[in-house]
């Protein structure tokens, strides 16, 4: 895998509203580039969530039942009006609902089950396009702890190997790597994110090529995700599961 030398294009489109047909909406914002084999498209969660419908109107819930409801873990309140939880196998806040960019302030949920939608999406363009390597990552905004400001992750991937094994390479002086691996997945995705932009940029696509990424026909919802017992910070989440209240 190299990434010597890649490119990352944000795609300006026009507003995508609830229930819109994402499939054509993603062709018709990109036909004019002409997709190419091997490239990766960066889809916000926002604009998947939109088209599934995934919005709950703000007077009909709490935020707090809310984002119990939509959490796997839920690990208690935190600064800023917002509750540490997990979802889909990441630790962020608020069950991943979002307020913002919200055209009748409802609140937007993930999208149910994101590796579906990324192998939708995936099936859909390279139909449309005639591809056989093509790579989609949907991706959020994500916060990391002890670091001021948000940066991209991936939600789900479909299409390309989403983590790099690097043990055995050897390093600079010749001696095996034990445990080293690239998160792939997550490192396009921060790409593309910052390509998108945060606000009102109307920029929910990013095109990513030159990445000689390994292609796949699948994706795989295990590959990036780690279980807690085997995270290094294994014992930091212990602690706050002990200390939430039972969901």
Not at 103 to 120: H, N, Q, V, W
Not at 149 to 154: A, K, Q, R
Not at 188 to 209: H, K, S, T, Y
Request: glycine letters at 8%.
């Amino acid at each position: 895998m190299s990434f010597e030398s890649y490119r990352v294009r944000a795609i300006h489109t026009e507003l995508f509203r609830v229930g819109q047909d994402l499939g054509e909406f993603l062709v018709n914002s990109l036909a004019s580039l002409e997709p190419r084999e091997e490239w990766i498209i960066g889809v916000t969660s926002k604009i998947v969530s939109l088209a599934e419908g995934r919005l709950v109107p703000r007077d009909s819930i709490s935020k707090t039942e809310l984002v119990r409801r939509e959490s796997d873990v839920y690990l208690g309140e935190i600064a800023y009006d917002c509750h540490l939880t997990i979802k889909h196998g990441l630790l962020i806040p608020s069950a991943g609902i979002d307020e913002s960019n919200s055209e009748t302030g409802a609140y937007i949920l993930y999208p149910e089950d994101p590796f579906a939608s990324a192998r939708k999406i995936h099936s859909h363009l390279c139909s449309r396009f005639s591809l056989t390597k093509l790579g989609v990552v949907i991706t959020d905004s994500h916060t990391t702890p002890l670091r001021r400001g948000v940066t991209g992750i991936s939600l789900a991937h479909w299409g390309f190997r989403g983590i790099a094994n690097l043990v055995d390479h050897p390093d600079l002086f010749g001696r095996p790597l034990r445990v080293t691996s690239v998160n792939v997945a997550d490192a396009i995705a921060g790409a593309a994110v910052f390509a998108m932009g945060e606000a009102n940029d109307q920029r929910p696509l990013a095109v990513i090529d030159g990445i000689n990424a390994e292609f796949t026909d699948h994706g795989d919802p295990g590959e990036v995700s780690i279980s807690r017992e085997e995270d290094l910070y294994a014992p930091i989440l212990k602690t706050a599961l002990v200390q939430s209240d039972p969901v």
